[in-house]
C-alpha cells in the first residue's frame, strides 16, 4: 500500500467526532473586494462562492430588468482572506444542482498586499465529469499570500451551450496545514437526475420522510439508483425492477428503500443528517454507496465518504447494526482498478464493531467472472434475476439481526 493510501486509511478510522471535521481554509471571515458582474435579481452575488455552502452560487450576470446581455468573459473575482497562508490549491466547485456556466482557461494570481500581484498559475480546467463537476488548481510550489483573485478567460463549450455566463458554486483554499477536504465528506443535495426527465429528488426526501413517519422501518437499504430501482413504496417514475423479489423478501418485514437515482456518498449524507432516519427504529441498516463517485472521486476519498456515511448512521441509530456491501461489479468486466481499491479499504470498516462488511460481487458474476446482459442489462443496474440474487445473498445477515425466519427460495 502506498504511503498516501496508509494516511488515507488511518484517516477513515481516526474519525470520531464527525460534525467537527473541517477542511481547506475557513472561509469565514474571507472578503469579495472585486468581482467582474453578479447577477442580483436572483441573489446569484459573488459572495456565494466563498459562504462556504455548495449548494448556494454565483452567477455573473445574464439578464437585467433592462435587458442587458449577459456579461462575456473574462469573468473575475477577488477576495480577501484577512489573513497570510501558505497557499498550495484552490479548487473549484461548480453549482451543486445541474449543469451549465463552466470554466475553461484561467489565470490564479495571490497577493501579500493587494498591490502586487503573482500569477500563481494559468491553464485550463479539466473536469472529470460534467455533473456537479469540481476541478483543482494545484500550485507547483506553495506560495504565501493573504488575497487571491481568479480570472476566468474562457467557458467550456458545454458552459456556453446550457447556461449564459458563469456559475460557481463554491471557491475553496488550500494551504501548508489545511488541505482540501474531500468532496465526498460535504454534504449536498443533487439534481443530476433531473437533468434527464427522471425523479424529483426533493419530493422523494418529503416523500420518504413522510412514509417513515407512518410506517417506522425496521430495515432501511441506503443508496442510489440500484437500490432506487427495488421498486418499494413509495413509488416515482424510476424502473421499478426489483419490486417482485422486494415483496417476496422484505414486504412483510416493515422495510423501506432509501436509494435515489444518481446519488454521490455527499448526497446520501446529506439525507441522513436531514431527517431520513429520524422516524425509524431499524434493527438493521444496508449500506451499498459510492458506485456514482468514480467520475470525480478517488477510491480513497469514496472511503472516507462512506466511513463518514456509517458514522453519520451509527451517530443517530447507535443500536442500529450497519451492513456495508462492497460497491457492486459494473462494466463487462465487472471490475476496475479503482473499484477493487475502493472495496479493499471499504473492507476495512468491518473492523468497527457496528459495522459488517460483506462483498457479495461474485452473486452477479458468471462462471467466466463477467457480467452479463442477463444480471445487469446495462451493465450496472440488476435485472429482477440481479435483485434476487441480491436478495439471496444478504438473507442469512438480514435474518439473523432481524430475527426472523429466513426467507426461503
Known amino acids: 500500500m502506498t504511503t498516501r493510501a496508509h494516511t488515507l486509511l488511518f484517516f477513515v478510522f481516526a474519525i470520531v467526532s464527525i460534525p467537527q471535521l473541517r477542511g481547506q481554509v475557513n472561509p469565514s471571515d474571507w472578503e469579495v473586494l472585486a468581482f467582474s458582474s453578479e447577477n442580483l435579481i436572483t441573489g446569484e452575488i459573488a459572495a456565494r462562492s466563498i459562504d462556504a455552502d455548495p449548494e448556494s452560487q454565483w452567477h455573473t450576470r445574464w439578464?437585467?430588468?433592462r435587458g442587458s446581455a449577459a456579461a462575456e468573459p473574462p469573468h473575475s473575482i477577488t477576495v480577501d482572506m484577512k489573513r497570510s497562508h501558505i497557499v498550495t490549491a484552490l479548487r473549484y466547485r461548480a453549482r451543486a444542482h445541474g449543469e451549465g456556466g463552466l470554466p475553461l482557461e484561467y489565470v490564479l494570481?495571490?497577493?501579500?498586499?493587494?498591490?502586487?500581484?503573482?500569477?500563481?498559475?494559468?491553464?485550463a480546467f479539466e473536469f472529470r465529469s460534467r455533473m456537479s463537476p469540481h476541478a483543482v488548481i494545484s500550485l507547483e510550489q506553495p506560495a504565501e499570500a493573504r488575497?487571491?483573485?481568479?480570472?476566468?478567460?474562457?467557458?467550456?463549450?458545454?458552459?456556453?451551450?446550457?447556461e449564459p455566463g458563469l456559475v460557481v458554486g463554491e471557491l475553496e483554499i488550500a494551504s501548508v496545514d489545511v488541505p482540501l477536504m474531500p468532496t465526498t465528506l460535504i454534504p449536498v443535495r443533487q439534481s443530476r437526475e433531473w437533468n434527464y426527465g427522471g425523479y424529483d429528488w426533493a419530493e422523494?426526501?418529503?416523500?420518504?420522510?413522510?412514509?417513515?413517519s407512518n410506517?417506522?422501518?425496521?430495515?432501511?437499504?441506503?443508496?442510489?439508483?440500484?437500490?432506487?430501482?427495488?421498486?418499494?413504496?413509495?413509488?416515482?417514475v424510476t424502473p421499478q425492477t426489483g419490486t417482485t423479489v422486494w415483496k417476496k423478501y422484505y414486504g412483510r418485514r416493515n422495510a423501506v428503500s432509501l436509494g435515489y437515482g444518481w446519488d454521490r456518498?455527499?448526497?446520501?449524507?446529506?439525507?441522513?443528517?436531514?431527517?431520513?432516519?429520524?422516524?425509524?427504529?431499524?434493527?438493521?441498516?444496508?449500506?451499498?454507496?459510492?458506485?456514482?463517485?468514480?467520475?470525480?472521486?478517488?477510491?480513497?476519498?469514496?472511503?472516507?465518504?462512506?466511513?463518514r456515511l456509517c458514522e453519520e448512521i451509527h451517530l443517530r441509530k447507535p443500536r442500529t447494526s450497519i451492513l456495508l456491501l462492497a460497491i457492486f461489479p459494473r462494466g463487462r468486466q465487472g471490475t476496475f482498478?479503482?473499484?477493487e481499491e475502493a472495496n479493499r479499504l471499504l473492507s476495512h470498516l468491518g473492523q468497527r464493531s457496528y459495522i459488517a462488511f460483506k462483498d457479495i460481487s461474485s452473486a452477479f458474476l458468471e462462471e467466466d467472472s463477467q457480467l452479463s446482459e442477463k444480471v445487469m442489462p446495462d451493465l450496472l443496474h440488476p435485472s429482477e434475476d440481479g435483485y434476487y440474487r441480491w436478495a439471496r445473498a444478504i438473507e442469512?445477515?438480514?435474518?439473523?439481526?432481524?430475527?426472523?425466519?429466513?426467507?426461503?427460495e
Open 265 to 307: 456518498v455527499e448526497n446520501m449524507l446529506w439525507r441522513i443528517q436531514n431527517g431520513e432516519l429520524e422516524d425509524t427504529d431499524p434493527k438493521l441498516v444496508v449500506v451499498m454507496a459510492g458506485t456514482n463517485n468514480f467520475e470525480v472521486n478517488t477510491p480513497e476519498e469514496i472511503a472516507l465518504g462512506v466511513a
Open 147 to 162: 488575497l487571491f483573485r481568479l480570472t476566468i478567460l474562457s467557458l467550456s463549450d458545454s458552459g456556453q451551450a446550457k
Open 109 to 123: 494570481e495571490l497577493s501579500s498586499d493587494g498591490t502586487r500581484w503573482d500569477v500563481a498559475k494559468k491553464g
Open 337 to 339: 482498478p479503482e473499484l
Open 215 to 236: 410506517t417506522h422501518p425496521q430495515l432501511v437499504f441506503l443508496g442510489d439508483s440500484i437500490t432506487h430501482r427495488w421498486g418499494a413504496e413509495p413509488t416515482d
Open 63 to 65: 439578464h437585467d430588468t
Open 396 to 408: 442469512a445477515d438480514v435474518s439473523r439481526v432481524l430475527n426472523d425466519t429466513p426467507i426461503s
Open 204 to 212: 422523494r426526501h418529503r416523500a420518504l420522510k413522510a412514509f417513515n
